[in-house]
């Protein structure tokens, strides 16, 4: 093909493209939100922010331990079952894992006394015994994302003998003075915690939103950029608006356990230094015995890698791998690289250890 | 929660290539180059002390709104934010309080109905598969 004839057809491509555009894009926007948490499950326990689901397994011979996805409290545990095809937990289902997750609602202004005690001492405890009357097996997995790991991590380190079999965390910060941003903008110095939490009750999720937005100022116009160049495309436009949806259905947070975190985590960093006290007892990474993974993300943009490095060393488990993989904050853990990058990683490090 | 634009979406690969790719590459470029500056600009004290200084004001200014509506609706005798609250505590408990009598309940009824509900749910002995050895990461 000559050089002309080349560029003839790709403009010829071009035309195409943008008339699929013109189609495509007003059926982006007469169309309806996107459906996303399809796995068939029954909800376990509710008790008011707390939610713990059980998921239909979907195969006939399960592994003995079953697995507690704690999520974060900032956002909807749904990231990790956006749909049919493209959702860790129908991956985990399949693999042969009896899963359950502890979920959160958002806290109405009644629960914005609760504290980190509430969740690490009360919360997963309540959902493990509740696992173990479902299942009928006193061990359990639990694995945490982003800070649903600081949180299981706190409850692994506080319950001894008594804690889960394995501990799996995705992209956990233990040194939170290496979230720059964050701790700039929580500066103690300017940063008036109390009277945000006084004043608000709960934090509300617009503030919560915008922190994460301003990490990436320029990221959601580029993004939307990209979504026109690729609205033709049916396939990525699902996966976009999944996300999206997602990204914007950000959590209140409890007022006392953000002011909580903001004190003793941002300000004090006292994950790090060995002297966070929760419900009277020092918290001590190096009490964890249990076999413990951690997957971090190369490029992890909310918990760099700074952040997240010093979990690994400091518990006490002899068995501990720490896993870094390609991929940001959610890519890590939802989408196309996800599946094909961590979830076969996990699957790997976690049957041998469920049976 | 935004990522990079490029962990937004599906596959991207089956996109021909064209004359829009220049303008692509400018995208990516542009939005490294802006994330970039503005991560500089809001690491700094200065940003901290702004940012926080409309946080306060916004504070302020709805704390003095609610005292206000609060007296206005004292005034027109109708329940204010935090009696609503107030009454939604209360509620709270009292679900709590059920929900425990719910699971005192269903434990007396477990130990009834145990044994066929534990024949419906699938076995608890999968093996994982073999594996080829030395695949570490």
């Not at chain 1, 050089?3 to 189609?23: K, N, P």
């Not at chain 1, 700074?306 to 991929?327: C, F, M, Q, Y």
């Not at chain 2, 940012?51 to 504070?59: D, K, L, P, V, Y």
């Not at chain 2, 934010?81 to 269903?106: P, W, Y």
Request: proline share 5%.
């Amino acid at each position: 093909m000559s050089a002309a004839q080349d560029t003839v057809e790709r403009l010829r491509r071009e035309v195409d493209l943008a008339i699929q555009r013109g189609f495509k894009g007003v059926n982006y926007l007469t169309s309806g939100a996107p459906e996303v948490g399809q796995s068939r499950k029954d909800v376990l326990a509710t008790r008011g922010t707390m939610r713990l689901y059980h998921y239909h397994p979907l195969v006939d011979e399960v592994y003995r331990v079953p697995v507690l996805i704690v999520m974060a409290t900032t956002n909807r545990g749904y990231i990790l079952d956006l749909a049919p095809g493209n959702s860790f937990v129908e991956y985990l289902l399949k693999a042969g894992y009896d899963v359950f997750m502890l979920d959160w609602a958002a806290p109405v202004p009644a629960e914005k006394s609760l504290r980190i005690e509430d969740y690490v001492l009360d919360f997963i405890p309540e959902c493990i015994r509740r696992i173990a009357k479902e299942t009928g097996e006193t061990d359990v997995s639990v694995a945490g994302y982003c800070f649903g790991g600081v949180l299981s991590v706190l409850y692994t380190a506080l319950a001894g003998e008594e804690g889960p079999k394995n501990l799996v965390c995705f992209t956990t910060p233990i040194d939170f003075k290496q979230m720059k941003l964050f701790q700039n903008w929580s500066s103690q110095k300017h940063f008036d915690v109390d009277r945000l939490v006084d004043t608000y009750g709960n934090v509300p999720p617009e503030m919560i939103h915008t922190s994460f937005e301003m990490l990436r100022p320029a990221s959601r116009a580029a993004a939307q950029v990209t979504l026109w160049d690729n609205i033709w495309n049916d396939e990525f436009v699902r996966a976009y608006r999944q996300l999206d949806r997602w990204g914007n259905d950000t959590l209140p947070l409890a007022g006392e356990y953000f002011r909580q975190t903001t004190k003793e985590l941002m300000w004090g960093n006292k994950l790090f230094t060995g002297e966070l006290v929760i419900g009277g007892k020092r918290v001590d990474l190096g009490a964890i015995r249990q076999p413990v993974l951690h997957v971090v993300a190369e490029h992890d943009h909310i918990v760099p890698y700074e952040a997240a490095r010093h979990l690994i060393p400091r518990v006490g488990s002899k068995d501990k791998t720490e896993v870094i993989l390609k991929g940001g904050h959610v890519s890590l853990l939802a989408g196309a690289n996800a599946a094909r990058r961590m979830w076969p990683k996990l699957d790997e490090w976690l049957g041998e250890r469920s049976i | 929660m935004s990522e990079n634009a490029d962990n937004k979406g599906g596959k991207k690969q089956e996109r021909p290539k064209g004359p829009l790719d220049a303008f692509r590459d400018l995208v990516g470029q542009w939005e490294r180059g802006v994330n970039q500056i503005a991560n500089e600009a809001m690491g700094n004290e200065q940003f901290s002390k702004l940012m926080h200084g409309a946080t306060s004001a916004a504070a302020g200014a709805k704390a003095g709104l609610g005292e206000a509506m609060e007296r206005y609706l004292a005034t027109m005798n109708l329940p204010s934010r935090a009696d609503i609250t107030s009454i939604g505590e209360r509620l709270q408990a009292i679900e709590a309080q059920l929900n425990r009598l719910t699971e005192i309940v269903s434990t007396m009824a477990t130990v009834e109905v145990a044994p066929s509900s534990l024949a419906l749910k699938p076995k608890r002995t999968r093996k994982p598969p073999a594996r080829n050895s030395g695949a570490k990461s």
